[in-house]
Nanobody, 122 residues
Framework: QVQLVESGGGLVQPGGSLRLSCAAS????????MAWYRQAPGKQRELVAT???????QYADSVKGQFTISTDSAKNTVYLQMNSLKPEDTALYFC????????????????WGQGTQVTVSS
C-alpha cells in the first residue's frame, strides 16, 4: 500500500524557517507530479507549490521567492523549504503525489499525506 508521510512542521517565530519533508513508501513503479498544499483554519485548501518528475516547479503567488519545492528521487521524497515565515503562513500542510502502483494497469493514482502543522507565532 502506498503512503505519504509528512514531517518537519512545528512552531516557529516570524521570520524563521522550516523545511517540510514528505516521503512516499510502499510498492510503486514511479512517481509523477508532487505538490504541497495548505489549509488554514476556516479557509479552503490551497495549492502552494508543484514539481514535476522533470523538476519543473510552480508556486502560488503568495509564496514566490519565499518557499522552494524540491525532490530527492532516490529517497522518493519531496521537500518544502520555507523561509521568512509570516503568521499568515500558519496552516496544516499536505503533500500530494501522483503515483503508479506496483501492480495493476498504467494509471497513476493521487495520494495525500496526513498533514503536518506549521504555526508561525511570536
Amino acid at each position: 500500500q502506498v503512503q505519504l508521510v509528512e514531517s518537519g512542521g512545528g512552531l516557529v517565530q516570524p521570520g524563521g524557517s522550516l523545511r517540510l519533508s514528505c516521503a512516499a513508501s510502499g510498492s510503486f513503479r514511479s512517481i509523477n507530479n508532487m505538490a504541497w498544499y495548505r489549509q488554514a483554519p476556516g479557509k479552503q485548501r490551497e495549492l502552494v507549490a508543484t514539481i514535476t518528475s522533470g523538476k519543473n516547479t510552480q508556486y502560488a503567488d503568495s509564496v514566490k521567492g519565499q518557499f522552494t519545492i524540491s525532490t530527492d528521487s532516490a529517497k522518493n521524497t519531496v521537500y518544502l523549504q520555507m523561509n521568512s515565515l509570516k503568521p499568515e503562513d500558519t496552516a496544516l500542510y499536505f503533500c500530494k503525489a501522483d503515483i503508479l502502483p506496483a501492480y495493476g494497469g498504467r494509471d497513476y493514482f493521487r495520494y495525500w499525506g496526513q498533514g503536518t502543522q506549521v504555526t508561525v507565532s511570536s
